[in-house]
T-cell receptor
Framework: ETGVTQSPTHLIKTRGQQVTLRCSSQ?????VSWYQQALGQGPQFIFQ???????GRGNFPPRFSGLQFPNYSSELNVNALELDDSALYLC??????????????FGPGTRLTVL | QQQVKQSPQSLIVQKGGISIINCAYE??????FPWYQQFPGKGPALLIA?????SEKKEGRFTISFNKSAKQFSLHIMDSQPGDSATYFC????????????FGSGTKLNVKP
């Protein structure tokens, strides 16, 4: 059983550019959540995908968007990058079945630096 | 508005001592309270979690104490070890809202040998 993986590990972009981050969920999991963790802060919920549809969103602008694919992997896209978007982006996957919650597992994150 | 407030920001404990981290929440609809441990360069990993129907949960050296009326919960690490040095996050969520977790700001624990 493989854990949650994310790519790339590190990324440097300039202000105004667009970025795509990728996440492969743990085997058997059908739900992916994305979090932004600024330096020295706790993770903040961006959104969640369940069965390929967005299922809940935090307080992030529309330039943060995502996708979930049939194999339950996911992408986070950020347009018009701003300096404050510099952070560790975490993906977490879990199995939701019959409305019952199961533990979510985090990937190691992608460190995004916006210059 | 910060949904979960965590203190202290940093903590230094001698090996063998007790580490205590506190969290407070506002939303009484929260019904799941996990603690996560994060090492540098890694994602958070679930350490221990509690539901509000119990006041305490113990797993090995880790104990969560939960006070529903005060809307507070805390993590106690007994016999703290240098390997426990990490950043700890409390979190809260509503199970019916799947995995929308609200995290505290974190506590950096340093256990000195």
């Amino acid at each position: 059983e493989t854990g949650v993986t994310q790519s790339p590990t590190h990324l440097i972009k300039t202000r105004g550019q667009q970025v795509t981050l990728r996440c492969s969920s743990q085997s058997g999991h059908n739900t992916v959540s994305w979090y932004q963790q600024a330096l020295g802060q706790g993770p903040q919920f961006i959104f969640q995908y369940y069965r390929e549809e967005e299922n809940g969103r935090g307080n992030f602008p529309p330039r943060f968007s995502g996708l979930q694919f049939p194999n339950y992997s996911s992408e986070l896209n950020v347009n018009a990058l701003e300096l404050d978007d510099s952070a560790l982006y975490l993906c977490a996957s879990s199995l939701v079945s019959g409305g019952l919650y199961n533990e979510q597992f985090f990937g190691p994150g992608t460190r995004l630096t916006v210059l | 508005q910060q949904q979960v407030k965590q203190s202290p920001q940093s903590l230094i404990v001698q090996k063998g001592g007790i580490s205590i981290i506190n969290c407070a929440y506002e939303n009484t609809a929260f019904d799941y309270f996990p603690w996560y441990q994060q090492f540098p360069g890694k994602g958070p990993a679930l350490l221990i979690a509690i539901r509000p129907d119990v006041s305490e949960k113990k797993e090995g050296r880790f104990t969560i104490s939960f006070n529903k009326s005060a809307k507070q919960f805390s993590l106690h690490i007994m016999d703290s070890q240098p390997g426990d040095s990490a950043t700890y996050f409390c979190a809260a969520s509503m199970i019916g809202n799947f995995n929308k977790f609200y995290f505290g700001s974190g506590t950096k624990l340093n256990v000195k040998p």
